[in-house]
């Protein structure tokens, strides 16, 4: 009796929704990107779905603007997806709504907007209010209810950079730390130890914001996945007020998708790379499944031919369970990066990489025991 091995790795895409708005030509397109998506051996779709005010699936009651009025992306995505055996994760942009300026939900609703310490509304809803919260959580419900999709992964589950200047300093947020600890944080100076408690206070909004949508998506369906997108440095915890050591420890998430970002992978970032994935291990101890995220394009540019397969090699070498590859549009060979020569050599590493085909993994990975026996040896 032969044995094969079973290969078992999540090798997930983002895809963007710049499909043709023209119903024909807009289906044909999503089937040829799906079609060639499977081919590929990749295992799992996230398609971005909701961006700020904006709904890529034609069903929503919630987003004021539709992207998509003659075909439905969505459905076309999970039906084409599902017959060629790979699940989809439609990923939710939550908060941001406008950015620097508000968007038209903050518009429609301006107290829900964050207010910066110097008094500025940004377009950002502000986590700590009930309806915000109310409001984020019927968006990842009404995709769930009409689309049959195997979960959803959460972007912009955070506060803004403090480029933007310090939030959320709104007499909703002043006037509940008050009531907690008896000082308006407004008047908190750095470095004072309540200046520390305002800091989890805020980080706790959004871990509660990721708990409540969690409890809905795993109300909706057992088998659902909650997924979230996040850089996999500490940065985070004090920059963005996202903990999210503590989604995955209290059990919000099903599976991660730390950022392997490091604008440019070139020589020495790959190392980062490196670091990153043991370091993401080592906090989760394989928990939950980890998908790291390779940007195949970013803001620093594109990767160059060789360093997608070293990307996916340090990914499997540090013990990551899988990839998620940034984005689609930058691998396929139409209208990707590499189009003028009518061949995408990053696709091609990619499906080198991918040349068995392989099994998501499931929710409690078999050998997180083993991994914690051996970092107690190494630590
Ligand atoms: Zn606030």
Redesign the pocket.
Known sequence: MSEVEEVIEGRGIYIHAVWSKEPDKGVAEVKEDIDLIAKSNFNFIAPYMRSGDRANYRKSSVLPKLNYTEWDPLEVIVEEAHNKGLEVYPIVCTLVDGGFKLGEILNKHPDWA??TKDGRKIGWA?P??PEVIEYEVSIVKEIIENYDVDGIILDYIRFPERDYGET???N??RSKFKEEYGVDPIKLKEREPLADKWDDWRRERVSLLVKRISEEVHKLGADLKLGAYFYAGVTNRYYVFQDWPAWIRRGYLDFSLPSGSFYEYASANMSLLRRSCLFHRRVTLDIIPSYVTIHVTSSGGVLKPGELLWAIKIARETGMQGVALFDWESLEPKTGIYSFIGYNPLLAEARMAFAKKAKIPHRVTNYSKSLRESLRVQV
Do not use: G, V
């Open positions: 964050m207010i502000d700590a209010k959320c300093y709104c909703h947020c």
